[in-house]
């Protein structure tokens, strides 16, 4: 089983799965307001794990369209369960996990 995740890159999905669509969701069911929730959660949170996301994906050799999940899972949350002025995080999250993405070597130069 652990084989087919890393064939077909399952840990990425699971993480645009989790942080784009599952926290977006239960975030409904907090007693956090939706300016904390937009600050914090989503702004701290999600630019980190893209940044953190982007910088997996090439420091383990993938290829570059797993770039694309994150973002994707994020808008689809956000699409879901948050209001239209949030939609752009979606964008911030891409360039940001591209940026990460590109901005760090491949494991054979950082020997």
């Not at 949030?86 to 494991?107: E, F, H, K, M, N």
Request: charged share 15%; net charge positive.
């Amino acid at each position: 089983m652990t084989e087919k995740i890393r064939k077909f890159n399952g840990q990425y999905w699971l993480i645009a799965l989790v942080v784009g669509v599952m926290i977006p969701w239960l975030l409904r069911f907090t007693s956090i307001s939706r300016f904390h929730q937009i600050v914090w959660l989503l702004f701290v949170v999600d630019f980190v794990l893209a940044a953190v996301v982007g910088w997996w994906i090439r420091r383990t050799e993938r290829t570059g369209w797993l770039v694309w999940l994150f973002p994707v899972g994020c808008f689809v949350g956000l699409y879901l369960f948050f209001p239209t002025y949030v939609y752009y995080l979606a964008l911030v999250d891409l360039g940001i996990s591209y940026l990460a993405y590109g901005l760090t070597g491949p494991r054979a130069s950082l020997r």
